[in-house]
């Protein structure tokens, strides 16, 4: 009977599934725990990758408006690092691995950084690490961006004629988006690489302290503030160009015709606004932003003033007129781009000329030979004095290689000031505004079309 027992179950192999069916099981947990640790390594790759990109940008951004040093760098990656992997647990592993090198012949920043994550799922009683995998999957990853290795010079010319009385909080906040676009709150003042020149005009510009030089008062008596136009002399044909404003050495002194004419004296009217005064180039916040809060309006257009002041204010020629460090870099500087944002919301109808001295009949109105008289006559119309003069400011501008934008503030399209700032601008440079939320859009546009400019060259 106990040989019979043992020969039936000898012959029963029921009991056989059971391990083979565990040892399966044991298998495929551990199949699924690979899969699952493997796929935590991937996702944590991809958000290591999603935050170098970031990192990358962000640098290359900072880069293109600043001079940056090494720390600085280091601190901004990291601080990169911890905004967009939150609380990764390879966070401070990626971190300690983060490496990054600048090219600044290439304008290029590489980041680098790895990490690991331990294998959870694919150690199943210590088997699955033994038989299939390490303790923990390695990953890393890098990128390339390039950074803009220009600096910039941007001259923001802005029409403060009496027209735009109603609108000046809407100027004022526009140009300010200009200058918070282009120079950050929080960036220091010495390592900004864009500088901007305020050039608010009306009949003239007022020019403030540098006003008496360019007038000739270091050899003739002079007055104001109020700046506007200057003439050919004899063989020098300097209207339309930016040489310096005392050129002229056949004679010493010059002769006053050389000088840029008056808009505030004799027999002239001073319409330049006092307390809207030409600011030349600088990465000052502190001192552009109460400029562009004192902007005020008042007086007629003459747009071709404007051009030519925001003009000298990116030429090298005018070195001996602005500050040592608002003087503009050479056109044969390569690593300085030049742009110039030229704004009206009106038509031309003022230009100033030379006359011989005028006398009644107890004196004469001055001791010069010749005096800057302001007219509208034969001033308005597209083909107008004014506008000629304008209009061929802005292609010689464009001729140096200054990069203009025309905004024109208005509705209608085919007016006298919107065919000039068509004409002035660059190609893809003009912009229309017909409301105060469109004008505060468009220049702040511009700013981020500029900043594209240089990070793409």
């Known amino acids: 009977m106990i040989k019979a027992l043992i020969s039936k179950l000898n012959r029963n192999q029921d009991g056989s599934i059971l391990p083979i069916f565990g040892a399966m099981v044991l298998v495929l947990v551990v199949i699924g725990g690979a899969a699952i640790d493997i796929s935590r390594a991937v996702n944590a790759r991809e958000k290591l990758a999603y935050a170098i990109d ?8 900072d880069l293109s408006t600043s001079a940056l040093s090494d720390a ?8 990169s690092f911890r905004a967009n992997l939150g609380d990764a647990e390879f966070l401070d592993q990626a971190i300690e691995n983060l490496s990054f090198v600048i090219d600044d012949d290439e304008g290029t920043v590489t980041v680098t950084s790895a990490a690991s994550l331990n294998n959870y799922f694919i150690d199943i009683g210590g088997f699955g690490k ?36 109603g609108d000046m909080a809407t100027l004022r906040e526009a140009s300010q988006a200009v200058v918070d676009i282009l120079l950050p709150e929080d960036l220091e003042k010495e390592e ?49 160009t930016d040489a310096a404003y005392n050129y002229y050495i056949d004679a010493n002194p010059p002769p006053r015709e050389t000088f840029f004419g008056d808009g505030g004296n004799y027999g002239s009217t001073n319409r330049c606004p006092a307390s809207s005064q ?50 503009a870099a050479t056109y044969t500087n390569t690593e300085v781009l030049k742009f110039a944002i030229m704004m009206t919301d009106g038509d031309n109808n003022r230009h100033f000329y030379q006359t011989d001295r005028r006398c009644n009949w107890y004196t004469c109105w001055n001791y010069d030979p010749k005096v800057w008289v302001e007219t509208g006559s034969g001033s308005g119309g597209y083909n107008g004095t004014s506008s000629q003069r304008h209009r061929e400011y802005c292609d010689k501008m464009k001729d140096a290689g200054i990069t203009v934008f025309g905004v024109y503030f208005g509705n209608n399209s085919n007016s006298v000031g919107a065919r000039n700032m068509q004409s002035c601008a660059s190609p893809e440079s003009y912009y229309q505004a017909s409301s105060r939320d469109g004008l505060i859009q468009a220049f702040s546009n511009i700013a981020k079309k500029v900043q594209n400019i240089y990070l793409s060259k």
């Open 54 to 61: 970031a990192a990358a940008l962000s640098v290359a951004t």
């Open 72 to 79: 600085q760098i280091k601190t901004r990656i990291e601080n």
């Open 130 to 165: 033994e038989a299939l995998g390490p303790d923990a999957f390695n990953f890393g990853t890098s990128a390339e961006v390039n950074y803009s290795r220009f600096d910039v010079e941007l001259a923001l010319i802005v029409d403060v004629t009496g027209s735009m009385s």
């Open 192 to 240: 900004a690489k864009v500088r901007i020149s305020l050039v608010p005009y009306s009949q003239g510009v007022n020019l403030g302290s540098y006003a008496s030089k360019v007038m000739g008062g270091e050899y003739y008596p002079v007055a104001g503030y109020c700046v506007t136009e200057r003439e050919d002399y004899g063989p020098y044909r300097v209207r339309y």
């Open 278 to 327: 030409l600011i030349p180039l600088t990465n000052d916040r502190d001192l552009l932003t109460p400029a562009i809060a004192a902007l005020q309006a008042t007086g007629g257009t003459a747009g071709q003033t404007g051009a030519i002041w925001g003009w000298n204010t990116l030429s090298p020629n005018f070195a001996n007129v602005w500050p040592t460090e608002s003087v």
